[in-house]
């Protein structure tokens, strides 16, 4: 029996290509001249869309799809995937959740403890060749037995908590709903949570709700003090607001890895010493990403042998 066809709209591993190469016929679609013509002469020969987190799958591109069936995204992310819509059109959709958990969880702390100890801002010391003509490197601020606010405790909150634990931080967390498996102490306003703590961690998905909720207000309420750890999504943020307190001084640092509009970056931030930038790597080791492939050749080969998926989203 032929595979079904699937159509490539994003950058994907080799690896991932290689394993979806056995269940399916993948079409890159970057690769088909006129995409415009091919997807209206083509368009109704798919049923199944490969996706990733950073690129999604517009509406537009679902209506040049009359027969897609389910949208297969590589990444715990989907707001780049318009959900309510494509559930309007009976399109399902995945995703790759828990396989992440435990290395943007190490991440998101290596992140913070990077961000206070200068380690990058020492690094590059060393590489400008300056500690030979200053003996006095970088100072960072101590982790151990400050207070974490963490926004958005979910699998990979709950695990980037247990890490930060080990070092005696205090925390508290932010949510739409108070746990009742947790002891950690809730705060219901994400302001009140940030002006407590020293640092804040940013673990909440991106959604309509949660567009710009860190905003002006809440890094204020941060402080010259205390710093803004993102590994969550740029969107979350304020970016213009967190750029100007961060070079007024009214905030004192950040850890960034995701950015409103990857990968592009904000020139203004780029020298500063006390801001760590990185692209967008949080699930990105070995172990994860070949977890995280397999898992949607999971979902592909469950829905083509008996129309379930292992991760629906919808």
Known sequence: MDKPKALLVAGISTELKSLLAEVVELVPLNKQGDTTRYLS???AAFELVITSAGKGCANELMEQLPNLKVI???GVGYDKVDVEF???RNVQVTNTPNVLN????DMAIGMLIAQARCIGEAERFVRRGEWLINPTPPMGQKVTGKRLGIVGLGRIGLEAAKRAAAFSMQIKYCNRNPRDDVDYPYESSILELAKWSDYLLLLCPSTPETHQIIDRDVLKALGP???????ARGAVVDQKALVDLLLSGELGGAALDVFEKEPEVPKAIMDLPNVLLLPHVGSATFETRTAMAQL???NVRAYIESGSLVTPVN
Do not use: P, Y
Request: aromatic share 8%; net charge negative.
């Open 86 to 88: 494509a559930t309007s």
């Open 102 to 105: 435990e290395c943007v969880a």
């Open 72 to 74: 297969f995204n590589w």
């Open 296 to 298: 949607v050749v999971d």
């Open 41 to 43: 002469e083509q368009g």
């Open 225 to 231: 003090k205390s710093s803004l750890i993102n590994i």
